[in-house]
């Protein structure tokens, strides 16, 4: 049994494997390479304009090239988080975890049960579905999503994110086996089942925590 305090990073480690790396990789595409294009002209623009750093002898030289140097951390950065959006949007772009009406009708705990029995059957990657499906029903129950058949797990997360950073993150992670799973055609084994399974045991564990702590305070 794996210990609970270090299944997320074990997930983590896993989801960072070259595998995984693969299956969500994309072709550049236009958005990219347009902003490589920036990039590298800003790059040369500076060049231009202080082909040698040495030779910049007075103190506006120095003032100037700050200032440059500062738009274009500014410019990475910002870009940065672009970048990522639209990578993370990708993702989960055609992705709707809940296929049919009849699974949105069965509780997180029903799911939670499945889950289980797959387990002991040795079918994790079914397995896994259902665990992902409890912690959605459950996200649903406490009313910090909307569960809905024609959602995808892009349009989940930006609702969590609306209302929690950290709960969007940590769904985020979570998503991404059961992407590489459900829709991916990879079969999750037993090491890679375990810290799946202890992140959604804690993610449970932790939300009834912080519900309980609402309702007393």
Same mark, same amino acid.
């Given at each position: ?68 140097? $500062?738009?274009?951390?500014? =410019?990475? @950065?910002? !870009?940065? *988080?672009?970048? &990522? ?42 397995? $896994?579905?259902?665990?992902? =499906?409890? @912690?959605? !029903?459950? *996200?649903?129950? &406490? ?75």
């Amino acid at each position: 049994m794996i210990d609970p305090n270090h299944a997320r990073e074990e997930l983590e480690h896993i989801l960072s494997d070259r595998e995984y790396t693969i299956y969500y990789e994309d072709h550049r595409g236009l958005i990219e390479k347009t902003i490589d294009r920036i990039i590298n002209w800003i790059v040369e623009q500076i060049s231009k304009l202080f082909p040698n750093l040495e030779g910049v002898a007075n103190g506006n030289g120095y003032l100037i090239f700050g200032l440059v140097v $500062t738009g274009v951390v500014l =410019l990475l @950065i910002a !870009l940065f *988080f672009l970048i &990522r959006t639209i990578q993370r949007k990708r993702r989960f772009r055609d992705n709707k975890p809940l296929h049919s009406l009849s699974e949105k009708e069965w509780t997180y705990e029903m799911h939670m049960k499945e889950a289980e029995n797959l387990e002991n059957e040795g079918d994790f990657t079914k397995a $896994t579905r259902h665990l992902f =499906l409890a @912690i959605l !029903l459950y *996200f649903d129950k &406490r009313e910090w999503l909307l569960a809905k058949p024609w959602k995808t797990n892009w349009e989940y997360y930006d609702e969590l994110r609306s209302r929690s950073k950290e709960r969007a993150e940590r769904f985020f992670v979570f998503a991404l086996l059961f992407d590489r799973a459900t829709y991916g055609g990879h079969q999750v084994n037993q090491n890679e089942y375990e810290p799946f399974k202890q992140e959604a045991i804690s993610i449970l564990k932790q939300e009834e925590t912080t519900v309980r702590q609402e309702v007393n305070g």
